[in-house]
T-cell receptor, first 117, second 112 residues
Framework: GAVVSQHPSWVICKSGTSVKIECRSL??????MFWYRQFPKQSLMLMAT?????????EQGVEKDKFLINHASLTLSTLTVTSAHPEDSSFYIC?????????????FGPGTRLLVL | GQQLNQSPQSMFIQEGEDVSMNCTSS?????WLWYKQDPGEGPVLLIA?????ELTSNGRLTAQFGITRKDSFLNISASIPSDVGIYFC????????????FGAGTQVVVTP
């Protein structure tokens, strides 16, 4: 149980284009999903918290108009990198919890590697 | 910003040896989690700790939630080649339900 998938696993795009990344909880309903970014040889940095049916909460320094998050259902959250630039190249990872209790473990997706040329 | 201090940064050990790493903080956490990340993959949960003083094992892995709620350690006994990877601690701050802070990671290399 507790499987989280991401699609695509990797994407290469031209500068200026927008890229959508999907995060799905496969065997549980995720009331909360989190989006992280990880640069090479660094730790995971939380970008935003996504609750089903409400607006995402962004961490300080993360541009909400740049990284659009939609959590339209209990099993799907999407992250759209708008007008991507080379500095947006990174490993994007989502995680999900069922949110049923205070002590909820986060289960992570396999990540999406974005390369902006 | 990152509030967890994870050490060591890297470890080079021989197969069969034990591995120990820890995370400390000046803040109080109500959950400690240990993850392993392989290259190009997402983190995989190893052990979750929810109570101060809790000691939990998962096969050759043992982790403890420090009594002060400001630290945690992870031990790997009798290491094998597949233990290679980066190990992250993650803590959930008291009062910030759901949001995790991650340590910088410990890179483990196991030589035959």
């Amino acid at each position: 149980g507790a499987v989280v998938s991401q699609h695509p696993s990797w994407v290469i795009c031209k500068s200026g284009t927008s890229v959508k990344i999907e995060c799905r909880s496969l065997d549980f309903q995720a009331t909360t999903m989190f989006w992280y970014r990880q640069f090479p040889k660094q730790s995971l940095m939380l970008m935003a918290t996504s609750n089903e049916g409400s607006k995402a909460t962004y961490e300080q320094g993360v541009e909400k108009d740049k990284f659009l998050i939609n959590h339209a259902s209990l099993t799907l959250s999407t992250l759209t990198v708008t007008s991507a630039h080379p500095e947006d190249s990174s490993f994007y990872i989502c995680s999900a919890t069922s949110g049923g209790a205070v002590q909820e473990t986060q289960y992570f997706g396999p990540g999406t590697r974005l390369l902006v040329l | 910003g990152q509030q967890l201090n994870q050490s060591p940064q890297s470890m080079f050990i021989q197969e069969g040896e034990d591995v120990s790493m820890n995370c400390t903080s000046s803040s109080i956490f109500n959950t400690w989690l240990w993850y392993k990340q392989d290259p190009g993959e997402g983190p995989v949960l190893l052990i979750a700790l929810y109570k101060a003083g809790e000691l939990t094992s998962n096969g050759r892995l043992t982790a403890q939630f420090g009594i002060t709620r400001k630290d945690s350690f992870l031990n790997i006994s009798a290491s094998i080649p597949s233990d290679v990877g980066i190990y992250f601690c993650a803590g959930q701050l008291q009062g910030s339900w759901g949001k995790l802070q991650f340590g910088a990671g410990t890179q483990v290399v196991v030589t035959p």
